[in-house]
């Protein structure tokens, strides 16, 4: 019994890790596409022209959507709140087509979309994470372990 209850907590550990690596790539990537139009001409000056490659935002958003969803559906199995998922979906759409279909539309168009779906995506796995850890304190005040108060308290601290 005590190995089962090791191999969740190590389990929810790396869950955890992937939403907050989630929630950060898809936060970079917010900010990515919202600079990329006022830094275009500088990139190749920096070295860095290969973050305005096509095939590497591609490659970035399928990255951040894989992670997304497993790390998202995961925590939805874990605490049933559908709100991380509510957030994703949307996200997830605006980056798919930020990073094919309008990509022959200005670029304006392009970063709205892309920015857009990064901040929801970053947004479900800040969600997500906040809900996990409200389920964790929650089992754990269930489990007869001795309450911590602190910022989650909806009582007032005496």
């Known amino acids: 019994m005590e190995r089962m ?11 955890r890790v992937a939403d907050r690596v989630g929630a950060t790539a898809s936060f970079l990537c917010a900010i990515h596409c919202a600079l990329l ?21 591609r490659g970035f ?14 925590g939805y199995r874990r605490h049933r709140g559908p709100l991380p ?29 892309v920015t857009c779906g ?5 947004s479900a796995h800040f969600v997500n994470l906040h809900r996990d850890r409200n389920h ?11 309450h911590v108060h602190g910022p989650h308290c909806a009582h007032p601290i005496r």
């Open 136 to 146: 964790r304190l929650a089992a754990a005040v269930g489990a007869g372990a001795a």
């Open 37 to 57: 139009p006022f830094v275009l001409a500088l990139l190749p000056f920096m070295g860095l022209e290969f973050l305005a490659d096509p095939r590497f935002e």
């Open 85 to 113: 998922l509510m957030l994703a979906l949307p996200g997830l759409l605006l980056l798919l087509l930020g990073v094919t279909y309008a990509e022959g539309y200005s670029i304006i168009v392009h970063s709205v979309l």
């Open 118 to 122: 990064g901040l929801l995506l970053a």
């Open 61 to 74: 958003v399928m990255f951040a959507a894989a992670l997304a969803l497993f790390a998202l559906i995961n």
């Open 5 to 15: 209850d090791s191999l969740r907590t190590n389990n929810s550990r790396w869950w």
